[in-house]
C-alpha cells in the first residue's frame, strides 16, 4: 500500500517538475526568438529592398526569407522537444531522489513499531502464558505464587524500562546538555570506572570478565546522568552480546583534542549488512535475535544521540565472526 503511494506521490511530483520545466523552456524560446529577431528584421528589410530594386527577385528574396523562418522554427521547435525529453527522464529520478529520504523515515518508522510490538509482546505473552497456567493448575501453593509474581515482575522492570528508553528517544534525550545547571565537568574515567563496578554483579552472574582501563582522569563536559546512562548503556549491550567465559573490556583516553571511551567484546560479533543499522531504535539483527538476549534494541540509540549531543561521535566495529568495539568519541577539556 504504502509503496503504491510513493509511486502515485512520484508521479505527481514529475509532473510538477515537467511543468515548471515546460514553463522555462517556453520563456527561453521566446527569448531566443527575440534574439533572432534582428536577424528576422534585417532579412525583411533586406527583402523589400531587393523588391524595389529589382522587382524580378522578390520572389527569391521571399523564399529565402520563408526558409530562413522556417530554419528558425524548426531549430527552436528541435531544442524545446529535446530539452523536455530530457527534462521528463531528469524530473522522474530528481522526483525519486526527493521522496528517497521520506521513503527511509517512512521504512523506518514500519521497522520501530514492527520491533517494538515484537518486544513488547514478548514479556506480556509470558505474563499471561505463565498465570494461565497457573489458573489451570489449580493447586497453587505459597511457593510457586511466589516464583509467578517474581517472574511477572522481571517482565513489568523490562517493559518499564523500554518505556523509560522510549521516553528518552521521544524527547530527543535532552538532558544530555540541559536541564541548565546540570552541564559540568565530568572526569570520564572515573565515570567509566564507577560504571564497570555497578556492572560488575551482572558481568559475575553471565560468567564475563569485565575489566576496566582508566589509567588517568580524561575531562569531559556534559551531563552525569546522561552520560552515566549511556556508559551503562553500552556495557549492558556488551555483557548481553557476549557468551559465558568472554571478556568485555572499557578503555578511557585522551588522544589530541578528543577523550575516547572504547568498550571491547569477544562477543557473537556483528554481521556486515547490520553494522549500518545497529544504533536504530529497536534493531537487532539476525544473529542478535537468535541469542535471545533480551534487550530492547534501543540502549546504543540512546548512546549515539547522548554522544553526539555532547558533541561528540560514535563509531562501531565489529567482525562477523566475533568481536565488537564501539567507541565513543567526546571533545575533551
Do not use: W
Not at 514553463?23 to 527569448?31: C, G
Not at 509467578?148 to 515482575?153: C, N, R, T, V, W
Not at 588522544?255 to 543499522?277: C, F, K, Y
Not at 533480551?294 to 540502549?299: E, N, Q, R, T
Request: proline fraction near 4%; include cysteine.
Amino acid at each position: 500500500m504504502r509503496t503504491d503511494r510513493f509511486r502515485s506521490a512520484r508521479r505527481r511530483l514529475t509532473l510538477l517538475y515537467l511543468a515548471t520545466i515546460v514553463a522555462i523552456v517556453t520563456v527561453l524560446s521566446a527569448a531566443l526568438y527575440e534574439f533572432h529577431a534582428r536577424d528576422v528584421k534585417g532579412l525583411e528589410r533586406q527583402r523589400e529592398r531587393g523588391e524595389r530594386e529589382d522587382p524580378g527577385a522578390a520572389e527569391e528574396s521571399r523564399a529565402r526569407f520563408a526558409e530562413y523562418l522556417e530554419h528558425l522554427g524548426n531549430s527552436i521547435l528541435i531544442a524545446d522537444v529535446i530539452t523536455i525529453a530530457a527534462g521528463g527522464i531528469l524530473s522522474y529520478l530528481l522526483a525519486a531522489r526527493t521522496l528517497q529520504p521520506i521513503k527511509e523515515a517512512v521504512e523506518a518508522e514500519q521497522r520501530f513499531f514492527a520491533n517494538a510490538a515484537h518486544d513488547l509482546r514478548t514479556p506480556l505473552a509470558v505474563m499471561r502464558s505463565e498465570a494461565e497456567v497457573a489458573l489451570r493448575s489449580g493447586t497453587l501453593d505459597d511457593h510457586e505464587a511466589r516464583q509467578l509474581i517474581a517472574s511477572s515482575l522481571e517482565e513489568i522492570r523490562r517493559m518499564s524500562v523500554m518505556v523509560e528508553q522510549m521516553l528518552d528517544l521521544a524527547k530527543g534525550d535532552a538532558p544530555a546538555r540541559a536541564p541548565a545547571g546540570a552541564d559540568r565537568v565530568i572526569d570520564l574515567s572515573r565515570l567509566t570506572t564507577e560504571a564497570g563496578g555497578r556492572m560488575a554483579q551482572r558481568a559475575g552472574e553471565l560468567g564475563i570478565r569485565l575489566v576496566v582501563e582508566a589509567p588517568a582522569p580524561v575531562a569531559v563536559r556534559g551531563n552525569v546522568a546522561a552520560l552515566e546512562r549511556a556508559t551503562c548503556n553500552i556495557l549492558e549491550n556488551a555483557l548481553s552480546y557476549t557468551p559465558r567465559g568472554g571478556c568485555v573490556t572499557a578503555t578511557v583516553r585522551q588522544e589530541g583534542s578528543d577523550a575516547i571511551l572504547a568498550v571491547a567484546d569477544t562477543g557473537i560479533g556483528i554481521l556486515p549488512e547490520d553494522l549500518p543499522h545497529i544504533t536504530e531504535p529497536f534493531f537487532r539483527g539476525d544473529k542478535a535475535r537468535s541469542a535471545h538476549t533480551g534487550g530492547a534494541g534501543l540502549g546504543l540509540t540512546i548512546v549515539k544521540t547522548t554522544v553526539e549531543q555532547l558533541g561528540g561521535s560514535f563509531r562501531a566495529e565489529s567482525r562477523a565472526e566475533g568481536g565488537t568495539t564501539i567507541i565513543l568519541r567526546l571533545p575533551a577539556l
